[in-house]
C-alpha cells in the first residue's frame, strides 16, 4: 500500500503563489499516477490535475489549466502541486492521491494540507 | 465535463437499516465509477471502483451497482460507523475526473 505524506498547513496572501508536496512511500512511484484534489469548506471534492512521473506530462482540469503546475522529482518520490495568484476561494483543503490507474480511481489518499489564503 | 447529480443530498436512515444511493451521470461512462466514503476531519477513503467492485478491507454490507448513467450504492445493515458523506466520481471520460456533490448520511 501506498503511502503518501504532505506538507503542513499554508497561510498566504492573495496574488501570491503556494507550493504543497507529497512524499511517497511504498511502491513504484515512478509507474504510479499522482493526483491532486481540492476541498473548499463544506463542499466536494474537485479534481485539479494528476502526473505519472513515468509519462512526464501532466494532465489538468480546464479550470486549473494556467494556474496550476504539478510535477514529480523521481529522486525524492515526491510529486508538488504549485497554485499560483492566490485568490480567497483558493482557500481549502488540498489532497493528493494515488491513482489505481493513470485516471483513477484513487485508493491511498495524503492527510491533506490546509491552504488559507487571507489579507 | 462529465456532471454527476448525487440523489438525495441528506439521508436519514436508522442503524441496522439499508440505505441505498444514487449518482446520475450527464453521459454514458460505462462502468468507470468509484465510491468514497468521507468523515469529519478526513480525507475520503475508497469503496467501490469500477461501479460494483469493492476496495481492499471494505466490508461485504457495501455493493455498487449499475452502468451507462445510473449507479447505486447500497448499504445493508448500517452500522454507526456508516454515518459519513459519500461521493461518486467518474474516471471513464477524463481529463477531468469529477466528483458528485455528496450524499450525507445521517442517524435518524
Known amino acids: 500500500q501506498v503511502q503518501l505524506v504532505q506538507s503542513e498547513t499554508e497561510v498566504k496572501k492573495p496574488g501570491s503563489s503556494v507550493k504543497v508536496s507529497c512524499k511517497a512511500s511504498?511502491?513504484?512511484?515512478?509507474?504510479?499516477?499522482i493526483h491532486w484534489v481540492r476541498q473548499a469548506p463544506g463542499q466536494g471534492p474537485e479534481w485539479l490535475g494528476g502526473?505519472?512521473?513515468?509519462?512526464?506530462?501532466?494532465n489538468y482540469a480546464p479550470k486549473s489549466q494556467g494556474r496550476v503546475t504539478i510535477t514529480a522529482d523521481e529522486s525524492t518520490s515526491t510529486a508538488y502541486m504549485d497554485l499560483s495568484s492566490l485568490r480567497s476561494e483558493d482557500t481549502a483543503i488540498y489532497y493528493c492521491?494515488?491513482?489505481?490507474?493513470?485516471?483513477?480511481?484513487?485508493?491511498?489518499w495524503g492527510q491533506g494540507t490546509l491552504v488559507t489564503v487571507s489579507s | 465535463e462529465i456532471v454527476l447529480t448525487q440523489s438525495p443530498a441528506t439521508l436519514s436512515v436508522s442503524p441496522g437499516e439499508r440505505a441505498t444511493l444514487s449518482c446520475r451521470a450527464s453521459?454514458?461512462?460505462?462502468?468507470?465509477l468509484a465510491w468514497y466514503q468521507q468523515k469529519p476531519g478526513q480525507a475520503p477513503r475508497l469503496l467501490i471502483s469500477?461501479?460494483?467492485t469493492r476496495a481492499t478491507g471494505i466490508p461485504a454490507r457495501f455493493s455498487g451497482s449499475g452502468s451507462g448513467t445510473e449507479f447505486t450504492l447500497t448499504i445493508s445493515s448500517l452500522q454507526s460507523e456508516d454515518f459519513a458523506v459519500y461521493y461518486c466520481?467518474?474516471?471513464?471520460?477524463?481529463?477531468?475526473?469529477?466528483f458528485g456533490q455528496g450524499t450525507k448520511l445521517e442517524i435518524k
Open positions: 492521491a494515488r491513482g489505481i490507474a493513470a485516471a483513477g480511481p484513487f485508493d491511498s
Open positions: 511504498g511502491g513504484n512511484f515512478r509507474n504510479n499516477a
Open positions: 502526473i505519472v512521473p513515468i509519462f512526464g506530462t501532466p
Open positions: 453521459q454514458s461512462i460505462g462502468t468507470g
Open positions: 469500477g461501479a460494483s
Open positions: 466520481q467518474q474516471y471513464n471520460k477524463w481529463p477531468p475526473n469529477t
